[in-house]
């Protein structure tokens, strides 16, 4: 690797890849460089998620962020002036034409993110995208084969399975401690944003927004889906939007989806806009169950959302008070995985989110629609390799 300057250009930046990626497989990739190499990124989407992730990336080593989008001009000027990016674009038309970059974070409305990644795939970009990765399984499988053919890397949030809590239980439930697994329950909700039309639109929903993390911990796990049954309604078929008014939801704002993971086990989520809780939407006050596995020798429950975690409880036949474990909250945040997938791209470290993963919890919210159209049970079709953790 060239360690005289800690910039990559996007002509050595492959280069650079696969000779860090061999460096860490044999073993010579020191551990202690002065400063290591940082991708050239991109950010479209510049409203409320760029938010949390800017703060992030902006300190991230492995990270320059060059430029920023938003189809809203600005908010992508107000954006870079705040973090201190030097270039700006209104389309990533633009974008794309203007200061090179490598690596490509998509933070927009989620009926947006399919298009948007193909089009930073056909521009030899890595990309990074906010949930979910595409609108359906088969576009999103597409996505994934031009990644591979073009040698790029394509990742998608959400990133629950890195997190120290989700390693603990999934380390439990292979050693056995809960006895012969039998089901899971979880859940996640709230009353809806308001700030934004594109959460209750065709191709947005509760179950993109919110299942979707209880969906990737708990195939996670349990082990992908074999099949799935749902029930899904719209409760609240108006809502006030900041920008809009009122609107017409079309699509799902309460959900409730069964999950067969094989080998009897059975879990079930359910995830809505109308849903009050006391503690608000703070992650850092939410003390429930928010995640519970039963067993025929014993529970465990997640404490908190697994996107904010803080601690899992365990409870045996053999202890059957409640222990409470791995409550360090510091050591992970949702926010990182973008800049995670930006330290893999340059020293080779693989992440646990992979995109076949992402594409299964797709291929679930899909089937769970088609399951609630159709009165029926459906097979998945998709899996991804399991264990996630050894």
């Known amino acids: 690797m060239n360690t005289s300057s800690p910039f990559l250009n996007r002509r050595d930046f492959t280069k650079t890849t696969l000779l860090a990626g061999a460096a860490v497989a044999a073993g010579v990739l020191s551990a202690h460089a002065a400063e290591p190499a940082r991708i050239r990124t991109s950010i479209i989407g510049c409203g409320s998620v760029s938010n949390a992730y800017l703060p992030v990336l902006t300190k991230c ?26 270039h700006h674009y209104p389309h990533i038309d633009q974008m794309l034409a203007g200061e090179p970059f490598d690596f490509l974070i998509n933070l927009t409305d989620m009926q947006e993110h399919e298009h948007l990644n193909r089009q930073g795939l056909a521009a030899g970009k890595h990309v990074w995208s906010e949930k979910p990765i595409a609108n359906t399984l088969a576009a999103g499988q597409i996505l994934l084969a031009t990644a591979r053919e073009k040698k790029l890397r394509l990742w998608g949030a959400p990133i629950t399975v890195q997190s120290p809590q989700f390693a603990f239980m999934a380390q439990t439930l292979a050693q056995g401690t809960l006895g012969r697994v039998a ?9 809806g944003p308001g700030w934004s039309s594109f959460f209750y639109e065709v191709g947005g929903g509760s179950m993109p927004d919110l299942m979707v993390y209880n969906l990737t911990s708990l ?34 704002d309460n959900a409730m989806v069964l ?53 899992v409880d365990v409870a045996t036949r053999e202890s059957p008070k409640l222990e409470r474990h791995v409550t360090d909250a510091k050591s992970y945040i949702w926010q990182q995985g973008a800049a ?51």
């Open 259 to 311: 999950l067969d993971h094989g080998q009897g086990v059975i879990s079930h989520v359910q995830s809505g806009f109308n849903f009050f809780n006391p503690n608000g939407h703070d992650g850092s006050k939410e003390q429930r169950h928010t995640i519970s596995i039963v067993g025929s020798g014993g529970f465990m429950g997640l404490v908190g959302y697994d996107w904010e975690p803080l601690g």
């Open 340 to 390: 995670l997938a930006a330290e893999c791209l340059v020293t080779g470290k693989e992440l646990l989110v992979t995109p076949e993963q992402a594409l299964h919890v797709l291929d679930i919210i899909t089937s769970a629609r088609e399951s609630q159209k159709t009165g029926r049970r459906i097979e998945l079709t998709s899996t991804f390799k399991w264990p996630i953790v050894s």
């Open 183 to 191: 089901a899971a329950h979880a859940d996640y909700g709230h009353e």
């Open 219 to 252: 195939t996670g796990l349990l082990g992908p889906a074999k099949h799935v049954a749902a029930m899904l309604s719209i409760v609240t078929p108006e809502r006030d939007i900041d920008e809009k008014g009122k609107i017409k939801v079309t699509e799902e």
């Open 61 to 86: 080593p492995y990270v320059e962020v060059v430029s920023l989008c938003d189809i809203r001009p600005e908010r992508a000027r107000k954006q870079a002036e705040k973090f201190n990016v030097a």
